[in-house]
């Protein structure tokens, strides 16, 4: 029993042990546990307590970002904002005060609104505040603060004055309290008539002036084809009308005529450029009126945050640039662009001059083509005004005008310049620019002292006029648009001869100054019926008296075009020119008559680069087989290998040429001709080469004798080349070298031998091979010739070869240095000059020719002048024929 018990009491004691044990176990498992979720719970209240530092700490970095996105968003948009106000209202209309200048708005482009001040935005650029004035509205401003709305009233006005054209703004100041004060900077503009004031009490006429402006503007010039002036300059590029902008401070309390007055100009004003700033006055609520409130230390715009204004403009700047826009509006106004004139270029020779010729030669005073017709009526025109007023610059505008319509099927132009000046080369070609004009035929400059230039032209103009009629005769017609129609195959195009500086053809009482007269009052009488058009102009007032003296003549030139100070050519009652501002001019089609004025704002239009474009775009367009036009310039000295007649003389292929004929020079003329002398089998067929001058008397002899060459096949000719005066050597030797095996040399000592040989040969039977002596200063070798050999002196043989020498092709060209000298080797003042058939006198009067070699009496009328010759053949001429010489030649 006792065995058992201590077995169960082991047993508990073993059992109590292991759940003590276990008990143990799971006590320590508990602590740690424990320890474990206390250790837990000190790191989760750990955490939990830096919840709120990272939680602040990431809301405050997220709010940090938040706001340097908001920042820089807004610094975008501000400058966006600030670029797109600039862009706006450019240049002048927002520019600061210390680098502002006026800076009008191009054409087609809208003066834009007007800045008063910025507006001011956190972290970002200030945005300009912009006003809506011209085209646009009316400012109206209230507020305690005068000064600041003073400032306001001068930034405005100069805004406005520096994005316009200068003259383009007129202001009218109401200033009742202050008598214009608050304007007074602005008083330089009432010199040109820009600023006008008007007085106390003077309110109501004043809006009564504004309303019948915008009347007369809505009726006569949008006429209902266009809703504002804004819209009708947007359409054509011409503003017809200035801005007028009425300033209104204060004054009495408008009656009811006043009010409805001013409720009239504010709501149609802005559509015909009537503005209104006004100050003191209350204008219509629903009006577009910018209003602008200004009190002490602040400023708001209607609709905008709040604004700070700009400083009022440095009086300085103000006085300074109403000063310079005066002077530039009373210099008259800068020429309208030559692209004005010009159909687009897919409208270009798309004109019919059959009726006449029609184009614009400027912009009229309403904003119109002033356009100028040639036909039958008006048929010729006349230009006049002082140096300096633009006559080549009106010439090229409406050479220009007429070239771009008409194409040079329909219209020729044929331009000569008598003032000492190359403006009209740049129609031909030359070596800076290969274009051409392809409608000009003949350009004639520097021809100041070649009025038989200007000859050369009226006489082929008379025979293109009898071209013409004859041409209108055998069709039975009488007018050129009827010919035309009954012979379209014909070409039969208008013709305007331009003349500047004209009345150099008709100075002096000489052959040149009757001729000339006479064809011109022909051709202006006749040439209106045949499409044949002249237009003279002149510079000098005395160009114009010229004609008075040709009533008849003066009456076919009813179209006249006076430029500034233009006298005379006009009507005597007409003084419109006198008055005219520059880059004007006074276009008539009424022979002068005050009620046929219209005034033209003529185009710039004679500088290079503005010519030049349309130039090239129509020689583009001519013609492959279009000729240049013929260039004269009478400072440029001919070459002999140039001269188309030059070009085309050859030898045959057998025998002797029948006529070979001696260039002497080139012709004063339309063609570009040379100066022929034929050398048949004929008595007399020699030439005289008169006058001291010995560069161009070598240039006579030398073309004569390159050009008989020509004529030779090498061998069949011979030339016996004498130089008798050292002077002449190198041009004398010259010419012997380039007549090679044909040619021999003779001089002073060896000149007797070739007048021996020459006359033995004379003696000969038959007719022997063509033979030219060239003699260069024959009359220097008196002395040598006066020898005698054989029984004869050399003068005597010499005067045997002159006069039996060209029935056996014999020909003597010499040149001697005086008309006494050369009637001394034909055997004195009484011999006869049948022998000589031809000569060219150089610096010998025409008194001293006389009558044995000049037909009539008293000689031809002939002054010689430099590197010019006048040639006479008794088997051709009637009178005397004036050459340019031919340059030296190798």
Not at 537 to 548: F, K, N, T, Y
Not at 850 to 877: C, I, K, N, Q
Request: aromatic fraction near 4%.
């Amino acid at each position: 029993m006792a065995d058992r018990r201590a077995q169960l009491a082991a047993r508990v004691r073993q059992t109590l042990g292991e759940a003590l044990g276990a008990t143990r176990t799971r006590l320590a498992a508990a602590q740690t546990e424990l320890a474990a979720e206390r250790g837990r719970l000190d790191r989760v209240r750990q955490a939990a307590a830096a919840v709120p530092a990272r939680v602040g700490a990431e809301r405050d970095r997220r709010l940090a970002e938040i706001d340097a996105q908001h920042s820089a968003r807004i610094a975008e948009l501000s400058r966006r904002a600030a670029d797109a106000a600039r862009q706006e209202a450019p240049g002048a209309a927002t520019t600061d005060w210390p680098q502002w200048h006026p800076t009008p708005a191009r054409r087609k482009e809208p003066p834009g609104p007007l800045r008063v001040g910025t507006l001011a935005v956190m972290g970002g650029e200030s945005v300009p505040a912009l006003v809506p004035l011209l085209d646009a509205g009316h400012v109206e401003l209230t507020g305690s603060d005068r000064v600041a709305g003073e400032a306001v009233v001068a930034a405005l006005l100069l805004r406005a004055v520096g994005r316009a054209d200068p003259g383009a703004v007129r202001l009218t100041g109401y200033d009742p309290e202050h008598l214009g004060g608050g304007l007074a900077g602005f008083a330089p503009l009432g010199t040109a008539g820009l600023l006008t004031f008007v007085g106390p009490g003077g309110l109501g006429r004043l809006l009564d002036d504004l309303v019948e402006e915008i009347h007369r503007i809505n009726s006569t010039v949008l006429a209902g084809e266009h809703r504002s002036l804004r819209e009708l300059a947007t359409a054509t590029g011409r503003r017809p009308e200035p801005w007028r902008v009425a300033v209104l401070l204060g004054g009495e309390e408008p009656s009811r005529h006043v009010r409805g007055q001013l409720d009239r100009v504010v709501r149609t004003g802005a559509a015909c450029g009537v503005h209104l700033v006004v100050r003191g006055l209350t204008l219509p609520e629903d009006a577009p009126v910018a209003r602008i409130r200004v009190e002490p230390g602040r400023a708001e715009l209607a609709g905008a945050p709040p604004v700070t204004l700009d400083p009022a403009p440095p009086a300085t700047l103000v006085t300074e640039t109403c000063r310079g826009v005066a002077a530039r509006v009373n210099a008259g106004p800068e020429p309208t662009p030559f692209s004005d004139l010009l159909p687009p270029p897919e409208q270009m020779w798309r004109e019919d001059s059959a009726a006449g010729l029609i184009a614009p030669i400027g912009e009229g005073t309403d904003s119109q083509p002033v356009l100028v017709t040639l036909g039958d009526y008006p048929p010729h025109a006349l230009i006049g005004g002082p140096s300096g007023t633009g006559k080549t610059n009106l010439i090229f505008a409406w050479i220009g005008a007429l070239a771009a319509r008409y194409s040079p099927a329909e219209l020729e132009l044929y331009l000569l310049d008598f003032k000492e000046g190359v403006s009209f080369a740049r129609f031909a070609q030359g070596r800076r620019d290969p274009s051409w004009l392809p409608h000009v035929r003949l350009v004639g400059i520097n021809v100041n002292t070649d009025r038989e230039f200007g000859l050369a032209l009226l006489r082929f103009l008379a025979e293109e006029l009898r071209r013409r009629a004859d041409a209108a005769k055998e069709h039975e017609v009488t007018k050129l648009a009827e010919l035309r129609a009954v012979d379209p195959a014909g070409r039969w195009p208008r013709i305007v001869a331009v003349v500047d500086e004209f009345q150099m053809l008709l100075a002096g009482r000489d052959a040149v100054a009757r001729e000339a007269a006479d064809l011109l009052e022909d051709l202006a009488r006749r040439g209106r019926s045949q499409g044949i058009h002249l237009v003279l102009a002149s510079q000098d007032v005395r160009g114009i008296e010229a004609l008075w003296g040709r009533p008849a003549l003066v009456a076919q030139f009813t179209l006249r075009i006076a430029l500034p100070k233009a006298l005379r050519i006009l009507a005597e009652r007409n003084d419109a020119a006198q008055s005219l501002p520059r880059h004007h001019a006074v276009v008539n089609a009424e022979s002068g008559l005050a009620e046929g004025n219209a005034v033209a704002r003529i185009p710039s239009a004679s500088d290079w680069e503005t010519w030049s474009e349309l130039q090239h775009r129509l020689w583009r367009m001519r013609r492959p087989d279009a000729a240049p036009a013929r260039l004269f310039d009478g400072d440029a000295i001919p070459r002999l290998t140039d001269a188309p007649d030059y070009q085309a003389l050859c030898a045959p292929e057998t025998g002797t040429p029948r006529a070979p004929t001696a260039l002497l020079g080139e012709i004063i003329d339309v063609q570009a001709r040379s100066a022929g002398l034929r050398l048949p089998r004929a008595p007399g067929r020699n030439l005289a080469v008169l006058g001291t001058r010995v560069d161009e008397a070598c240039a006579v002899l030398a073309a004569a004798g390159r050009s008989l060459a020509r004529q030779h096949r090498p061998g069949t000719a011979r030339f016996s080349i004498a130089c008798l005066d050292p002077d002449a050597d190198a041009a004398a030797r010259s010419l012997y070298t380039d007549l090679a095996d044909n040619a021999a040399w003779y001089d002073e000592e060896t000149v007797t031998e070739l007048m021996a040989e020459t006359t033995a040969g004379l003696g000969a039977p038959g007719v022997g091979a063509p033979h030219y002596l060239l003699l260069f200063a024959v009359d220097a070798a008196t002395g040598a010739l006066a020898a005698r050999i054989g029984g004869q002196t050399g003068l005597e043989r010499l005067r045997r070869v002159l006069h039996d020498g060209p029935e056996r092709r014999t020909h003597v060209l010499a040149w001697w240095r005086g008309v006494a000298r050369m009637r001394a080797d034909l055997g004195g003042p009484a011999a006869r000059t049948d022998q000589i058939g031809a000569w060219v006198a150089l610096d010998t009067h025409g008194g001293e020719l006389g009558a044995s070699l000049y037909p009539g009496t008293g000689g031809p009328d002939w002054y010689p002048r430099p590197w010019r010759g006048l040639f006479f053949d008794r088997a051709v001429h009637r009178t005397g024929q004036t050459i340019i010489p031919y340059g030296h030649q190798r």
